[in-house]
T-cell receptor, first 116, second 111 residues
């Protein structure tokens, strides 16, 4: 499978616990995005990386959220001290701008987080 | 503030009909406009995308119409099938930076 891979697919955690999600982008895609999607809404931008550099962060990304892409390949998104409002689908996408006519961004299947 | 406004929220058509989903934007710096299809529990899948230098793009049964002066674009699904029943999102970005998504349209195609 050469698509964007996310792990785990589902995570149930107790309020106050820390969780970490992993995203493996399409090989050679230098741009990686994190989005959050709640039921009935479109994806909301959280942050994105160009290689290992984090270029932009949304105001949605509070200080409890941190994302890394240490070697410019896979990325992790950590949420500390989870709250019930963090329950959502966390989506990762990757793209390779400048390597084609279009700047296609391809999404993974997402990690469904439920905070109880 | 919603950067991309999408309508309608939901749409029901008969098989073979042509559902049309509309999006509008304000930021003239946007230069890439993709449409995504999403099934329940799955991630969004890229359907088709357009840049503002063309007014129409077709891929299979999917067509994007783009009106740069009106800052609007729409998705048409020709000969719709029950398998097209899904939620559709329009989006916009500048240079492939963050993508701004619409609120989605839930499409139901009745057999």
């Amino acid at each position: 499978d050469t698509g964007v891979s996310q792990d785990p697919r589902h995570k149930i955690t107790k309020r106050g616990q820390n969780v970490t999600f992993r995203c493996d982008p399409i090989s050679e895609h230098n741009r990686l995005y994190w989005y959050r999607q709640t039921l009935g809404q479109g994806p909301e931008f959280l942050t994105y990386f160009q290689n290992e550099a984090q270029l932009e962060k949304s105001r949605l990304l509070s200080d409890r959220f941190s994302a890394e892409r240490p070697k410019g390949s896979f990325s992790t998104l950590e949420i500390q001290r989870t709250e019930q409002g963090d329950s959502a689908m966390y989506l990762c996408a990757s793209s390779a701008p400048g390597q084609g006519i279009n700047t296609e961004a391809f999404f993974g299947q997402g990690t469904r987080l439920t905070v109880v | 503030q919603q950067q991309v406004k999408q309508s309608p929220q939901s749409l029901i058509v008969q098989k073979g009909g042509i559902p049309i989903i509309n999006c509008a934007y304000e930021n003239t710096a946007f230069d890439y406009f993709p449409w995504y299809q999403q099934f329940p529990g799955k991630g969004p899948a890229l359907l088709i995308a357009i840049r503002p230098d063309v007014s129409e793009k077709k891929e299979g049964r999917f067509t994007i119409s783009f009106n740069k002066s009106a800052k609007q674009f729409s998705l048409h699904i020709m000969d719709s099938q029950p398998g097209d029943s899904a939620t559709y999102f329009c989006a916009a970005s500048t240079d492939g930076n963050q993508f701004y998504f619409g609120t989605g349209t839930s499409l139901t195609v009745i057999p």
